[in-house]
């Protein structure tokens, strides 16, 4: 999903900057509350930021001026709720512009766009949405994750399609080329991003029950600890 340095026409490569700058700069007020009101947050957070990095380092190439990659916003947008994750994603995508080549900086609007963005708030709406109907938690975080990952690659598809038009069938011509090719690359990386996020979901359950009951994911009865339904987590949800 990362698309290659220089690739957009400039004017789309700023219209998705200023799109995406109003994220980026709730994200960081959002962010910076939760540091100073919770400063024990900092490890996870910093965890959530690294577990970003890493999986979305892991390009496979795809269609000719971007890749398929997972993208590990999932499990960010659950813990601390999208506004952060567009901050940490943004942070991760400029220094894999800066140090790995992977994006770049003129086409860093777009990719923050469909990565830290539109990803974080369709899985984490997708999971809040399970929730509420009592799905369990690792169901729940498994689709929050796959719909991250999945949505991203339909968001690159649009910003593809909309610069590249086809000659014959104009956008939507292009908008299924795009998105059929990403299909067969990006489908089994989701699920695997999905199958993984679960896997690390179980270790924060056994090793940080006290954050995550904090957090909003797991709550307190007196049944003993359970996972939380969004409407338990209303209290301490911001």
């Given at each position: 999903?990362?698309?290659?340095?220089?690739?957009?026409?400039?004017v789309?490569?700023?219209?998705?900057?200023?799109?995406?700058?109003?994220?980026?700069?709730?994200?960081?007020?959002?962010?910076?509350?939760?540091?100073?009101?919770?400063?024990?947050?900092?490890?996870?957070?910093?965890?959530?930021?690294?577990?970003?990095?890493?999986?979305?380092?892991?390009?496979?190439?795809?269609?000719?001026?971007?890749?398929?990659?997972?993208?590990g916003?999932?499990?960010?947008?659950?813990?601390?709720?999208?506004?952060?994750?567009?901050?940490l994603?943004?942070?991760?995508?400029?220094?894999?512009?800066?140090?790995?080549?992977?994006?770049?900086?003129t086409?860093?609007?777009?990719?923050?766009?469909?990565?830290?963005?539109?990803?974080?708030?369709?899985?984490?709406?997708?999971?809040?949405?399970?929730?509420?109907?009592?799905?369990?938690?690792?169901?729940?975080?498994?689709?929050?994750?796959?719909?991250?990952?999945?949505?991203?690659?339909?968001?690159?598809?649009?910003?593809?399609?909309?610069?590249?038009?086809?000659?014959?069938?104009?956008?939507?011509?292009?908008?299924g080329?795009?998105?059929?090719?990403?299909?067969?690359?990006?489908?089994?990386?989701?699920?695997?991003?999905?199958?993984?996020?679960?896997?690390?979901?179980?270790?924060?359950?056994?090793?940080?029950?006290?954050?995550?009951?904090?957090?909003?994911?797991?709550?307190?009865?007196?049944?003993?600890?359970?996972?939380?339904?969004?409407?338990?987590?209303?209290?301490?949800?911001?």
């Open positions: 999903m990362h698309i290659a340095e220089g690739f957009l026409p400039p789309h490569a700023v219209a998705w900057g200023v799109a995406s700058a109003p994220f980026v700069v709730h994200g960081a007020r959002s962010l910076i509350r939760e540091v100073r009101e919770h400063p024990e947050s900092t490890l996870l957070m910093g965890a959530s930021g690294a577990f970003t990095f890493v999986l979305s380092a892991l390009k496979l190439p795809s269609v000719t001026g971007s890749c398929s990659h997972p993208t916003t999932g499990l960010g947008a659950i813990l601390f709720r999208p506004p952060v994750m567009a901050v994603g943004t942070i991760t995508l400029l220094f894999q512009a800066l140090l790995l080549a992977h994006g770049g900086l086409t860093l609007g777009a990719n923050v766009f469909s990565m830290t963005v539109v990803g974080p708030w369709a899985g984490y709406g997708v999971y809040r949405l399970l929730r509420r109907f009592d799905v369990p938690l690792m169901v729940a975080v498994f689709f929050g994750a796959f719909v991250a990952d999945l949505s991203t690659y339909c968001v690159t598809s649009v910003q593809l399609a909309l610069a590249f038009p086809d000659p014959g069938s104009g956008f939507w011509g292009a908008l080329k795009f998105g059929s090719i990403f299909a067969v690359t990006q489908i089994p990386l989701a699920v695997s991003e999905g199958l993984l996020t679960v896997l690390v979901m179980r270790m924060l359950v056994q090793s940080s029950k006290g954050e995550l009951t904090r957090l909003g994911v797991l709550v307190t009865s007196a049944a003993g600890l359970r996972t939380a339904k969004p409407a338990d987590a209303e209290a301490v949800a911001r």
